[in-house]
């Protein structure tokens, strides 16, 4: 509770500031920190390989009874999409961010595929945290450093990710009707409970974290992710047959996704 209250009152004036602009400098500091957090986890894995003389025990190729769970948890790799667009409305080049934003996808997506192989491999079966630094020797104060890091980079990285979410509750429930100050407080307000919410839901959720993340992902990121885009190519840019044929075939992957990963999420909830 007392954590939790701390987080509410760094992050509440936080998600006041208007001009994510300002937080640039700061969300390039929490990308920094993500980055050293892997590169320890990775240099831990590797240490551990090599100590147990091989891989973990236990490795499957293929889990046929949780495979639908895990495409919604890399589903979720997509939960960052609706900061594009303000990204690019504020950065110095937009012309180029088509262009960055292709390069950047490629790159997370080897780092996410590897990195989770190589945590995967590395403590097989063993591995029964929904946190990879919570595998890790608890007392070391690399560890301890590497997990400070994190929550570093997750208040510097707050103003960004939660834009949108902030704009949209806003831009529909307060609209334009009412006085510049009276909206000013109750936008302020609505950020609060935003932020309150999340909390509560991060604290209540703690202990089933990857299967929350995994039923968000089915449910939510899939459509806003691979469904809504490929409906708004199919109806405004696509001409060619080609063009809507995948996307329509990227329109009938996302509703898979939603319906049978989002329903295996539900029905292994209480799994261990």
Known sequence: MIYMIGIICILT?????????????TFMIGNFMILLT????????????SEQGGLGPGIQAFDQAGY??????????????GVVMPIMQTCATPEKFSRILFFAIIT???????????????????LNKPMITEMLPP?????????????????????IFINPT????????????????????ARNFSRFIVCISAAILGVALSEKIDKFIGLIGALLCAPLAIMMPSMLHLKLVAKKKRERTLDI????????????????????????
């Open 249 to 272: 075939v990227l329109i009938v992957i996302s509703i898979f996704i939603l319906v049978f990963s989002t329903s295996q999420s539900l029905i292994s909830w209480n799994d261990v």
């Open 13 to 25: 004036p936080i998600a006041w500031v208007r001009d994510i602009a300002k937080f640039s400098f």
């Open 108 to 126: 997370l997506s080897v780092i996410y595929a590897a990195f989770g192989n190589l945590c995967y491999l590395t403590y097989g079966s063993s």
């Open 68 to 81: 639908l769970t895990t495409v919604g948890f890399a589903i979720y790799s997509y939960e960052g999409i």
């Open 38 to 49: 892997v590169i320890v986890v990775s240099t831990y894995c590797f240490s551990q390989i």
């Open 139 to 159: 007392t070391d104060p690399i560890v301890i450093a590497i997990k400070l890091c994190f929550i570093l980079s997750l208040f510097c990285s707050y103003a």
């Open 166 to 185: 902030n704009t949209i509750i806003e831009s529909w429930i307060f609209g334009k009707k009412s006085s510049p100050m009276s909206s000013y407080y």
